[in-house]
T-cell receptor
Framework: GDSVTQMEGPVTLSEEAFLTINCTYT??????LFWYVQYPGEGLQLLLK???ADDKGSNKGFEATYRKETTSFHLEKGSVQVSDSAVYFC????????????WGAGTKLIIKP | DAGVTQSPTHLIKTRGQHVTLRCSPI?????VSWYQQVLGQGPQFIFQ???????GRGNFPDRFSARQFPNYSSELNVNALLLGDSALYLC??????????????FGSGTRLTVV
């Protein structure tokens, strides 16, 4: 079945550092890919998305490119802030996946001032 | 516009009891999905409803049931609660039935604790 694999956390960075959180997927067909963020004590917020190969999703300085050849959707940000500290989830939606989002386990990001 | 609203925000129940969780989608959204998130893990899919019909079901026991009303709000019911049902229950709504192009908007969740 479909699956999503994320790099394990926590990832600890200093403010203004470059961020990469790796995400790879296994799926049949052409899934849509998403990054969600969960701040402490809150629900999930859609951060960015890409619906076809080579699409780049971007929002709030974060970006990720849908790479079908490497089945990846890595999240990047050029300069992180303390307020970016949260848990980041990579997810996919596939037409054949029983109408569900398939989630990675999440990567906790800690930014130190 | 109001986002996805869930009630209650927190709930404590005893093993064996029944619980009903409620969700109101964003106005104009006809699809509602339910997810269970255990602490430290990614969400697990429970149900999706679209236009009041069940469109998908995850790998959960029959103790879990749901329904969608004519105004597109939804209820998740869990019978015979177990300690392992303690989790954050998330409701998500989508502009169309599949979420393929727009993704899902999540509520803040209901934190259920079973003691």
């Amino acid at each position: 079945g479909d699956s999503v694999t994320q790099m394990e956390g926590p990832v600890t960075l200093s403010e203004e550092a470059f961020l990469t959180i790796n995400c790879t997927y296994t799926a049949t067909g052409y899934p849509s890919l998403f990054w969600y963020v969960q701040y402490p004590g809150e629900g999930l917020q859609l951060l960015l998305k890409a619906t076809k190969a080579d699409d780049k999703g971007s929002n709030k300085g974060f970006e990720a490119t849908y790479r079908k050849e490497t089945t990846s959707f890595h999240l990047e940000k050029g300069s992180v802030q303390v307020s970016d500290s949260a848990v980041y989830f990579c997810a996919l939606f596939n037409m054949d996946s029983n109408y569900q989002l398939i989630w990675g386990a999440g990567t906790k990001l800690i930014i130190k001032p | 516009d109001a986002g996805v609203t869930q009630s209650p925000t927190h709930l404590i129940k005893t093993r064996g009891q029944h619980v009903t969780l409620r969700c109101s989608p964003i106005s104009g959204h006809k699809s509602v999905s339910w997810y269970q998130q255990v602490l430290g893990q990614g969400p697990q899919f429970i149900f999706q409803y679209y236009e009041k019909e069940e469109r998908g079901r995850g790998n959960f026991p029959d103790r879990f049931s749901a329904r969608q009303f004519p105004n597109y709000s939804s209820e998740l019911n869990v019978n015979a609660l177990l300690l392992g049902d303690s989790a954050l229950y998330l409701c998500a709504s989508s502009r169309e039935g599949q979420g393929l192009n727009y993704g899902y908007t999540f509520g803040s969740g209901t934190r259920l604790t079973v003691v």
